[in-house]
């Protein structure tokens, strides 16, 4: 037989498919064909990021309640990362763990997790720190229940006839893919030799390979791109990642499906569930071609529908921009001189509530709509600021123009235009309501909700700002 030419590529092309084909081509006479072993992968998103860590646990178990009761049950779960707060005390950190590592341990089937930036990022922020304090007390703490990660924490691991490949993506502290200076987000070069390494001793003769990792690190390209081609040259079926707390689906690169899961317990977005304002996990089918992801939400969610990343981006825009209304507060005039509510102090002016630095940070029409709630005022003669609205529905809703406001959006940055400086979004008048006298501290708060509609699905956003009742001194 000659060495140099492989004599079951028509075998493979036609059980394997063409990129099982071509991988099996590379390998040369000593390849063996796999032997087509379906398996059902369950998969956890972040606890952590979260405001409640006790109330994302209890979501945590709730998803390890409805893993275990499927019908099919995985062969393995896959933990995404960002399972215990690093920013607390190592007690803090080491009950934590012990807290959240009680409810996966009763999955009645394998588990591994990846870390997360919340698990091995130090207490002070420094982008590409030095600090390996608590990725070493990660280490510490999880190495007795998987002794893979005692000295690295990327590692390999097979389950039935598949390859399961768990990557670091903190190598680089405090850094992010879409944060900060996202070329610090891609993997070393001693973690990428590892992976060629790795692939070269145990992708022969496996049905396929499953990489997992917490953050999605193809969001920079520029660093994942040679990792992206060493894996096309591999029978690598997904990869799989958390970190945004919203799910997402890209297409299919180069036979790769690049999937990101939301979370099981860390913060989700405000607005519609297929905007990211859902708690699911998830579960991944293969067997032979064919390959099923679906979510399993927990209730009381229902959607069941990924979205994908052309929506998810702009979702992540207009969040960033929606998240502007932090100094609601600061720009709300509403004091109460006497018994009347005033603007100012000793005047007639009006109390207003300004929604700036808001505008539509998408490259299409977007509506928009402002509700006010208070238990003793009432919103009046809203205004939208000049140019913003394409088409005016009444005093709290319009369309807005694509751009309307906005000088530079993407999924990380949203800027409001600066040549010329852009009017407040919203004013709204705030009058005493007819129910009871305004008093010093009742509070108001007011929602700003934004939807847009793609792929003829609508997606909703939203974002509160919240302030008080004023007292004149």
């Given at each position: 037989m000659n060495a140099g030419i492989p004599t079951f590529v028509r075998l493979a092309c036609t059980a394997l498919g063409p990129l099982s084909a071509a991988w099996l081509a590379l390998q040369g006479p000593g390849a063996t064909a796999a032997r087509a072993d379906p398996i059902v992968?369950?998969?956890?998103?972040?606890?952590?990021?979260?405001?409640?860590?006790?109330?994302?646990?209890?979501?945590?178990?709730?998803?390890?309640?409805?893993?275990?009761?499927?019908?099919?049950?995985?062969?393995?779960?896959?933990?995404?990362?960002?399972?215990?707060?690093?920013?607390?005390?190592?007690?803090?950190?080491?009950?934590?763990?012990?807290?959240?590592t009680s409810i996966l341990k009763t999955l009645t089937m394998p588990w591994y997790t990846t870390p997360g930036d919340h698990d091995v990022n130090p207490t002070r922020y420094l982008q590409n720190s030095t600090d390996r304090s608590r990725e070493t007390l990660y280490k510490q703490l999880y190495s007795p229940l998987n002794p893979l990660v005692k000295d690295k924490l990327y590692y390999s691991f097979d389950v039935k006839n598949w390859h399961f490949i768990a990557l670091d993506s903190l190598e680089h502290l405090y850094t992010d893919p879409r944060w900060g200076n996202v070329f610090y987000s891609q993997i070393s070069d001693n973690q990428f030799a590892w992976l060629q390494r790795d692939l070269e001793a145990h992708a022969q003769g496996k049905d396929g390979i499953i990489v997992f990792t917490h953050q999605p690190l193809w969001y920079n390209w520029t660093g994942w791109s040679r990792v992206h081609e060493l894996l096309a040259r591999y029978p690598v079926k997904a990869v799989i990642a958390g970190h945004t707390h919203y799910n997402q689906t890209d297409t299919a690169l180069g036979g790769i499906r690049y999937w990101v899961v939301g979370s099981t317990g860390g913060d989700i977005k405000d607005g519609s569930a297929n905007a990211g304002h859902l708690h699911h996990v998830s579960l991944l089918s293969l067997s032979g071609a064919a390959v099923d992801f679906r979510l399993i939400p927990l209730a009381p969610f229902t959607q069941s529908d990924w979205t994908s990343r052309t929506v998810m981006d702009q979702v992540q825009a207009v969040t960033v921009n929606l998240g502007n209304l932090y100094d609601f507060d600061q720009k709300a005039k509403v004091f109460l001189d006497g018994d009347r509510v005033v603007g100012a102090c000793g005047t007639q002016e009006p109390a207003t509530v300004t929604v700036a630095n808001v505008g539509n940070a998408t490259a299409d029409p977007l509506n928009v709509s402002i509700v006010v709630n208070s238990t003793s005022v009432r919103a009046t003669a809203g205004t939208f600021g000049a140019g913003f609205c394409d088409t005016s529905i009444d005093e709290f809703s319009c369309q807005l123009v694509a751009s309307a406001g906005v000088a530079v959006s993407n999924n990380s940055i949203v800027q409001m235009s600066t040549y010329p400086v852009p009017p407040p979004l919203w004013v709204g008048t705030v009058v005493a309501g007819s129910g009871a006298s305004p008093k010093v501290g009742d509070p108001i708060e007011l929602t700003l909700t934004m939807m847009f509609r793609s792929e003829n699905k609508s997606y909703t956003m939203a974002h509160s700002g919240k302030t008080t009742i004023k007292a004149c001194r």
């Open positions: 992968i369950g998969v956890i998103g972040d606890q952590t990021g979260a405001t409640d860590l006790d109330a994302s646990y209890r979501v945590l178990k709730q998803g390890v309640t409805a893993i275990n009761s499927l019908d099919r049950k995985p062969d393995v779960v896959l933990h995404v990362g960002d399972l215990i707060e690093s920013t607390e005390t190592p007690e803090q950190i080491t009950a934590r763990f012990g807290q959240a």
